[in-house]
């Protein structure tokens, strides 16, 4: 649309202001593209009048309007801040999302702490020892802990023997 | 419509005879006593708001629905919303321009509810009412038949649709209240340009709406 409509549309679509309409009308004689456009916006101009009430309409209310309008405040109520997380469809993704949000947040520290206890057994667990033992409890190394040392006592005892022997052979 | 509209220029800020009016102040007036005592929970003060607008709130529903009964309902939760909204009226605009703004927002969340914006009219509607409006409707063309007239209503409502609460609001206050341009700018606060260029940009986009509509169909 050129300037020349473009600044005086409302008057154009008004149909008011003679003298800014012969400037207007002059143009539109001679340019196709604003005629079509300003063609467009007066049929949208009649469209959107033909939502005004008809002239005969009566706009008288029932009696009582004030009063109704009371009940409806009192059967509503002051608004409450959580009205708006439950009513509002803003307000339900917000109550949504806190809550996907919360679970996430549950899963994550249930599993932090279950890592972090796994981790502790596992240092504490003897060297060699089998994921097996690890997970059966304190009993089976402490078992494995017995016979090493078992082991160890029956070597000092070969060692004494033999060391008898040799004192034994001097003598 | 035409379909093939493309983005069009807005008019210049300044243009010639354009007059940029100083904002009228809506604090200091009656009008401006008056919403502080509703603020204030008096309860008169409210009945008095209801009282001075009540008609026009029903007119401008019945304009829009065309449907007395579901009007007197959403003009009560009109009324019901400003009771418990006022304390957030800023006084840029006038009482009439923000209760309006409300009025037009209901009727939408209405017809948004029933899913039946293409035809509230066929469910709703008599025959009766359907022979009454063909009577009294301000019609565009006397000639066209009552059906292709709630069409064009239809069309026109889904159109206002695509545009922001505040372009719905002054195109509908400059077409279907009749408000001028100066009207305009002294019930919202804003200045004529400012109101001109906001009326363009709303028609604008109310026919690329259109074109894109006929596209689709």
Same mark, same amino acid.
């Given at each position: 649309?050129?300037?020349?409509?473009?600044?005086?549309?409302?008057?154009?679509?008004? %149909?008011?202001?003679?003298?800014?309409?012969?400037? #207007?009308?002059?143009? &539109?004689?001679?340019?196709?593209?604003?005629? %079509?456009?300003?063609?467009?916006?007066?049929?949208?101009?009649?469209?959107?009048?033909?939502?005004?009430?008809?002239?005969?309409?009566?706009?008288?209310?029932?009696?009582?309007?004030?009063?109704?309008?009371?009940?409806?405040?009192?059967?509503?109520?002051?608004?409450?801040?959580? /009205?708006?997380?439950?009513?509002?469809?803003?307000?339900?993704?917000?109550?949504?999302?806190?809550? @996907?949000?919360? +679970?996430?947040?549950?899963?994550?520290?249930?599993?932090?702490?279950?890592?972090?206890?796994?981790?502790?057994?596992?240092?504490?667990?003897?060297?060699?020892?089998?994921?097996?033992?690890?997970? $059966?409890?304190?009993?089976?190394?402490?078992? *494995?802990?017995?016979?090493?040392?078992?082991?160890? #006592?029956?070597?000092?005892?070969?060692? $004494?023997? &033999? @060391? /008898?022997?040799?004192?034994?052979?001097?003598? | 419509?035409?379909?093939?509209?493309?983005?069009?220029?807005?008019?210049?800020?300044? %243009?010639?005879?354009?007059? @940029?009016? #100083?904002?009228?102040?809506?604090?200091?007036?009656?009008?401006?006593?008056?919403?502080?005592?509703?603020?204030?929970?008096?309860?008169?003060?409210?009945?008095?708001?209801?009282?001075?607008?009540?008609? !026009?709130?029903?007119?401008?529903?019945?304009?829009?629905?065309?449907?007395? /009964?579901?009007?007197?309902?959403?003009?009560?939760?009109?009324? $019901?919303?400003?009771?418990?909204?006022?304390?957030?009226?800023?006084?840029?605009?006038? +009482?009439?321009?923000?209760?309006?703004?409300?009025?037009? =927002?209901?009727?939408?969340?209405?017809?948004?509810?029933?899913?039946?914006?293409?035809?509230?009219?066929?469910?709703?509607?008599?025959? *009766?009412?359907?022979?009454?409006?063909?009577?009294?409707?301000?019609?565009?063309?006397?000639?066209?038949?009552?059906?292709?007239? +709630?069409?064009?209503?239809?069309?026109?409502?889904? &159109?206002?649709?695509?545009?922001?609460?505040?372009?719905?609001?002054?195109?509908? &206050?400059?077409?279907?209240?009749?408000?001028?341009?100066?009207?305009?700018?002294?019930?919202? %606060?804003? =200045?004529? =340009?400012?109101?001109?260029? !906001?009326?363009?940009?709303?028609?604008?986009?109310? +026919?690329?709406?259109?074109?894109?509509?006929?596209?689709?169909?």
């Amino acid at each position: 649309m050129h300037r020349e409509i473009r600044d005086h549309i409302e008057d154009v679509l008004a %149909g008011s202001r003679p003298d800014t309409l012969q400037h #207007t009308r002059e143009h &539109l004689a001679e340019c196709g593209e604003c005629r %079509g456009e300003v063609r467009d916006m007066q049929e949208q101009t009649a469209l959107l009048q033909a939502l005004r009430a008809p002239e005969d309409f009566s706009a008288d209310l029932r009696p009582g309007f004030y009063a109704r309008v009371m009940e409806r405040i009192e059967a509503e109520g002051p608004i409450s801040i959580w /009205n708006l997380f439950i009513e509002s469809a803003f307000g339900r993704r917000i109550a949504m999302a806190s809550l @996907a949000l919360a +679970l996430l947040i549950g899963v994550y520290v249930v599993t932090a702490e279950r890592s972090a206890e796994d981790s502790i057994i596992a240092l504490q667990a003897p060297l060699g020892a089998s994921p097996q033992t690890v997970v $059966a409890g304190e009993d089976a190394p402490a078992r *494995e802990i017995s016979q090493v040392d078992q082991l160890q #006592t029956d070597q000092s005892s070969e060692d $004494a023997v &033999l @060391a /008898n022997l040799v004192t034994y052979r001097e003598q | 419509m035409d379909a093939s509209i493309t983005t069009l220029p807005f008019p210049a800020v300044v %243009g010639e005879g354009t007059r @940029a009016r #100083t904002r009228v102040d809506h604090k200091t007036s009656d009008e401006a006593a008056l919403v502080r005592r509703v603020q204030a929970r008096d309860e008169m003060a409210f009945r008095e708001v209801v009282e001075r607008y009540q008609s !026009k709130v029903f007119s401008i529903i019945f304009g829009i629905l065309r449907n007395r /009964n579901d009007a007197e309902d959403i003009a009560q939760q009109v009324f $019901a919303k400003v009771y418990f909204s006022i304390k957030n009226f800023d006084f840029r605009s006038s +009482l009439l321009t923000w209760i309006y703004k409300i009025t037009v =927002n209901e009727c939408y969340d209405y017809l948004r509810k029933k899913r039946v914006r293409k035809l509230v009219y066929e469910s709703d509607f008599s025959q *009766e009412d359907a022979q009454r409006m063909e009577a009294s409707e301000p019609a565009v063309d006397g000639s066209v038949p009552a059906d292709t007239r +709630l069409a064009q209503r239809d069309l026109i409502l889904k &159109l206002l649709s695509k545009v922001s609460e505040e372009e719905r609001s002054l195109i509908l &206050l400059k077409e279907v209240e009749g408000h001028s341009v100066e009207e305009l700018a002294g019930m919202t %606060g804003l =200045n004529e =340009n400012t109101i001109k260029v !906001k009326l363009f940009r709303t028609r604008q986009k109310l +026919l690329r709406a259109a074109g894109r509509l006929t596209r689709v169909r």
